[in-house]
């Protein structure tokens, strides 16, 4: 068993550094059309669109095996590669994994086609819990693949006690030149709003200037802003506290005991990523039949024992051996969670508003 | 087998054809596209409407991103002038090389280019983040003379995520851009004019600063221009290398089109930079001319 199992984040940052160029002008939107004249059955065939290292070892073979059909899958590195190469039209995929806020983004734009429950009977397997998000009422286009929690990592031996609150990476310079904050300004500017006391969503005008004011004062303290790859940080000794998804340091843990994950007492922001069928996929037939069999329980633990992420799936986590199910990383106790919410999409304006704050903290 | 072109119209448009396909269907449309992009606005999620407004320059011309523009430029023009002061001796050096090591030198300086640049600053990464190479080579020095004299707990330099790093993988990326068209500017230069210098009684110096460097300004010139402009829209260097205030004009372009989504106000971003680059091509084209001129008058 290779330590790349996780949604690795070095891979991810190599793919968003190489996608960068690309991703100005995308040329392949000339993919594949739905053939005609193909009645009733489709082709054996599937295209996957994917997180790099989100999928069991065997799952795919596993699939062709049980229903014939051949899944080709490709690989994104952000949900904003995935949306902006479905922007301008399906170039031929069956099947993507979009996080919650741009399942209702994408929904939105008219890009995702409803889902036939009907076609999924593994719905069943589903923690309830996850039946009925506010991102997408009755799950209508979409179904929980993983979901993951931002928090704190941090190596015990630097810290004193546990840093169980965003102050210490948004308002304080006890670890001043020892943070990393991820750079992504919608959940920073979110979860300053959660340590101020609200939610994250619907974040009033007023309170924007002073979580601005809070993350430039608090700008000299932080290290770096990191694409996603905090933990590497964190194992490398370069900071003491990093802002990261609980999968992430859970990887970083399996390395180094000195390392723990804590969600800040103040709640956090949950993402889910999830199973959909975006417009125009050439196969719609493959598609749910593939979204059923990665909602099965042994193919959910299969994934679920490669990748290391939290599944919605009970029937799959049943499955899964103790130190994954009671792994207080990968499932923060219920007090907790209880306090931690989706982030929900609120149109494109906040997004560039969010974007220009960050914009300006780092410039000032 | 000299033979006007205009005698070989075929053969002419045969060579021509493809290349100028090529620029058009992969250069010219898709730059067009993102022009007519930096004048439009969004319209909902997926939608670009082209209303020929200029808000996007307006908002790229806001005291914010001209700060950035500004800051940009700024590290750019101190790349190019380290790369310059590094690069001059070294392409001297090139140049009055004998033959066989010319060759390998000239290898030397280019290999870095078989390298994809990522590779290079992950390497660099490697070499200056905490416990990277450096702050391990003087730790082991420092260690080995606290035996000898009491000098405390060795404090790591702080060399990674901090605009130093930034100037320093610039100057390491940039460097062969400048040391190239130096090398080939100060190689054609005719050797003799130097001695009749010497001769007649100049210094070392005064030969190299009344001489050679006046012999090598169109070198000098184009390859700070070379080594300006990528410099300017560095992307990937203050991303991975930089600290919290380290962004460059690149990143927030990059982001535009990314995270915000807003298309348009990234291509005006874009433009703006290329209008930039034009004016320094400009500049410079008109510098060598009046050096022409000078010359010829």
């Known amino acids: ?364 | 087998m000299e033979q006007s072109w205009k005698k070989a119209k075929a053969v002419f448009a045969a060579a021509l054809g493809p290349p100028l396909v090529w620029l058009v269907v992969f250069f010219v449309a898709p730059m067009a596209i993102v022009w007519a992009y930096s004048f439009g606005h969004n319209v909902g999620l997926t939608e670009i409407s082209f209303t020929g407004t200029i808000a996007n320059y307006a908002r790229a011309l806001e005291p914010l991103y001209l700060k950035i523009f500004v800051k940009s430029a700024w590290v750019a023009a101190l790349t190019t002038a380290l790369c310059l002061v590094i690069g001059f001796p070294v392409a001297l050096a090139i140049t009055f090389a004998s033959q066989k090591a010319k060759t390998w030198l000239l290898l030397l300086v280019m290999l870095p280019f078989w390298t994809n640049l990522l590779i290079r600053t992950y390497a660099l990464i490697a070499v200056l983040r905490t416990e990277g190479y450096v702050n391990q080579t003087f730790e082991w020095f420092w260690n080995l003379g606290a035996k000898v004299a009491p000098l405390g707990a060795y404090q790591p330099l702080e060399l990674l995520h901090n605009n130093f790093a930034v100037i320093l993988g610039l100057v390491y990326v940039h460097l062969p851009f400048m040391v190239l068209p130096l090398y080939s500017a100060l190689d054609r230069l005719d050797k003799s004019l130097l001695e009749a210098s010497l001769d007649l009684g100049a210094g070392h110096l005064r030969t190299l600063f009344r001489i050679v460097v006046p012999l090598a300004l169109p070198g000098i010139a184009s390859g700070i221009l070379i080594t300006f402009i990528p410099a300017l829209g560095a992307y990937l260097t203050p991303d991975l290398l930089g600290g919290p205030d380290s962004q460059m004009i690149a990143n927030v372009i990059e982001r535009q089109f990314k995270r915000a989504n807003d298309w348009p106000f990234g291509a005006a971003l874009s433009f703006l930079l290329m209008y930039l680059t034009f004016i320094a091509i400009a500049v410079q084209a008109l510098l060598s001319r009046g050096k022409k001129k000078e010359g010829v008058g």
């Open chain 1, 1 to 364: 068993m290779s330590t790349n199992h996780f949604r690795g984040a070095s891979r991810r940052s190599l793919l968003t550094a190489f996608g960068a160029a690309a991703i100005g002008l995308s040329f392949t939107a000339c993919g594949e059309k739905p053939k005609p004249g193909e009645a009733g059955g489709e082709e054996a065939k599937l295209n996957f669109y994917n997180w790099d290292t989100y999928i069991g070892e065997t799952t795919l073979g596993d699939f062709k095996k049980a229903s014939g059909v051949d899944v080709n899958m490709s690989l994104f590195a952000t949900n904003d590669e995935l949306f902006a190469k479905l922007k301008a039209g399906n170039p031929g995929f069956d099947v993507i994994v979009p996080s919650n806020e741009f399942v209702t983004r994408m929904a939105q734009a008219g890009m995702l086609e409803a889902l036939d429950h009907a076609k999924i009977p593994n719905i069943k397997n589903i923690d309830p819990a996850f039946l009925n998000p506010d991102f997408d009422p009755g799950r209508k286009f979409s179904l929980p693949y993983t979901w993951l929690l931002l928090g704190i990592g941090y190596r015990k031996s630097k810290v004193a006690g546990v840093p169980d609150s965003w102050k210490y990476l948004f308002d304080s310079n006890q670890y001043a030149g020892k943070i990393a904050l991820l750079s992504e300004s919608a959940d920073l500017v979110r979860l300053a709003a959660k340590y101020l006391g609200h939610s994250v969503n619907d974040i009033p005008a007023d309170m924007l200037p002073k979580i601005e004011q809070m993350l430039i004062k608090q700008k000299p303290f932080v290290k770096a802003f990191h694409d996603d790859n905090g933990q590497d940080l964190l194992l490398s000794g370069e900071v003491d506290l990093v802002l990261e998804y609980n999968g992430d340091i859970a990887q970083a843990m399996k390395d180094d005991d000195d390392i723990d994950f804590v969600v800040p007492k103040e709640g956090s922001l949950i993402n889910s990523d999830c199973l959909c069928i975006p417009k125009g996929a050439p196969r719609p037939n493959n598609a749910h039949k593939f979204i059923n069999y990665l909602l099965d329980a042994q193919a959910g633990a299969e994934i679920s024992k490669t990748i290391l992420y939290p599944t919605p799936n009970a029937a799959a986590k049943a499955l899964m051996p103790d130190d994954y199910k009671n792994n207080k990383v990968i499932f923060p106790p219920a007090d907790i969670m209880s306090k931690c919410e989706y982030g929900a999409f609120e149109g494109a304006e906040k997004a560039s508003l969010y974007e220009e704050i960050i914009t300006r903290v780092r410039a000032a």
